[in-house]
């Protein structure tokens, strides 16, 4: 079935650092991508969206873009700051309108 | 603002007490979701519904059910809990098909 294999951390940077996951899909069709921000002791927020091939993503300084030909929708940021510290999850929907997500991606900022 | 509310963030319970997770949307969706989360698994889908009264399995629907009574309300029920149903289980809603919005979570203990 459709899934998202995104790349495994810990991640730990420092401030200012420039900021990847990696995440790639397997799919029939071409599904809407996303990707999520979870804080400390809080629920999912979506950080940002992309609905099809070469769309751009973009919110907080993160972007993502849909590569149909990679298959993969890699989160960015160029200078990442010490409130960034989160789990971000990367994640498809499926023909039937459920949110298949990945394992998520620990990343720590370091002051 | 919208909000997906659950009761408890925090539960312990005893192995083989029935247990209610409960849910609510105050932005009249018809979709409401239950995930579970866990490390380095990401989020699993456990049960979903599309309207009063209609529910369906997800993922991982085993020792789990459901009910939705109202069109606000979704709840979670563990029949017997089980030490391996600790974890942390999400409430999301969303209008089809996209835009999920998810509660803070409850964090379960089953000992």
């Known amino acids: 079935g459709d899934s998202v294999t995104q790349m495994e951390g810990p991640v730990t940077l420092s401030e200012e650092a420039f900021l990847t996951i990696n995440c790639t899909y397997t799919?029939?069709?071409?599904?809407?991508l996303f990707w999520y921000v979870q804080y400390p002791g809080e629920g999912l927020q979506l950080l940002l969206k992309?609905?099809?091939?070469?769309d751009k993503g973009s919110n907080k300084g993160f972007e993502a873009t849909y590569r149909k030909e990679t298959t993969s929708f890699h989160l960015e940021k160029g200078s990442v700051q010490v409130s960034d510290s989160a789990v971000y999850f990367c994640?498809?929907?499926?023909?039937?309108?459920?949110?298949?997500f990945g394992a998520g991606t620990t990343v720590t900022v370091r002051a | 603002d919208v909000k997906v509310t659950q009761s408890s963030r925090y539960l312990v319970k005893r192995t083989g007490e029935k247990v209610f997770l409960e849910c609510v949307q105050d932005?009249?969706?018809?979709?409401m979701f239950w995930y579970r989360q866990d490390p380095g698994l990401g989020l699993r889908l456990i049960y979903f519904?599309?309207?009063?009264?209609?529910?369906e399995k997800g993922d991982i629907p085993e020792g789990y059910s459901v009910s939705r009574e109202k069109k606000e309300r979704f709840s979670l029920i563990l029949e017997s809990a089980s030490t391996n149903q600790t974890s942390m289980y999400l409430c999301?809603?969303?209008?089809?098909?996209?835009?999920?919005?998810f509660g803070s979570g409850t964090r379960l203990t089953v000992v």
């Open positions: 999301a809603s969303s209008p089809p098909p996209l835009g999920y919005t």
């Open positions: 799919a029939t069709g071409y599904p809407s």
């Open positions: 992309a609905t099809k091939a070469d």
């Open positions: 994640a498809l929907i499926r023909n039937d309108y459920k949110l298949s």
């Open positions: 932005m009249d969706h018809e979709n």
């Open positions: 519904s599309y309207d009063v009264k209609m529910k």
